[in-house]
């Protein structure tokens, strides 16, 4: 096995949706994520809602921080979230607030990283704690995928003796993830191809088969 995590991602607009889609797969997934939509639908309401229902489960409140990061990261963690996200074009300064407000709570921050991040902003983000990088398709073609894997394989020689874990998001299903197999990441980051299938439950298991079968 693997030892690659599977995260739910909510990005539904409606709560009672979205609890419905991960109360039907919570057995097979390890982390869930009050997706951007379902925060900006809903407000914070809904990391309120999904802690009092998983109270076990590692949640991720992905508002997608730009300003105010210690701002942010307290109402979120306040909410119930476990980590919060933060754009890494939003700079050192962001992270590090969202970071020291993090530390205040026993939660983390999560980096989602951006084209053309250097080598410098990564070790600047893990001395400020930061404890999770993103990694994230957008176009999802092979030209952009090639990139990704170059990606992964950068941030692996950066964080290795770190502690710091990788996460791939955007995209990913059952055959969009074997495009990955061998590459060093830690999360697969899963949405509609969970939330939106017939039985939530038997797709977030068919993924999972999917992650542990991976190198």
Known sequence: MSGKLLQLALDIDDTAVALKAATAAADAVDIIEDGTVLCLAQGLGSARELRAVFPDKDLLTDIRIARAGGKFARMCFKAGADRVSVVGESGLDVVTSACEVAEEFGGGVEVELYDGWSDEEIHSFIEAGAQVFIVHRNRCDEAENEDVRTQL???????????????????????????????????????????????????????????????
Do not use: Q, W, Y
Request: hydrophobic share 45%; glycine share 8%.
């Open 153 to 215: 394989n950068r941030l692996h020689a950066l964080v290795s003796d770190s502690g710091v874990k990788v996460t791939l998001a955007g995209g990913l299903n059952r055959e969009t993830l074997r495009l990955f197999d061998g590459c060093p990441f830690d999360i697969a980051v899963v949405g509609s191809a969970i939330t939106k299938a017939d039985d939530p439950l038997a797709a977030a298991r068919e993924i999972r088969d999917v992650l542990n079968s991976m190198k």
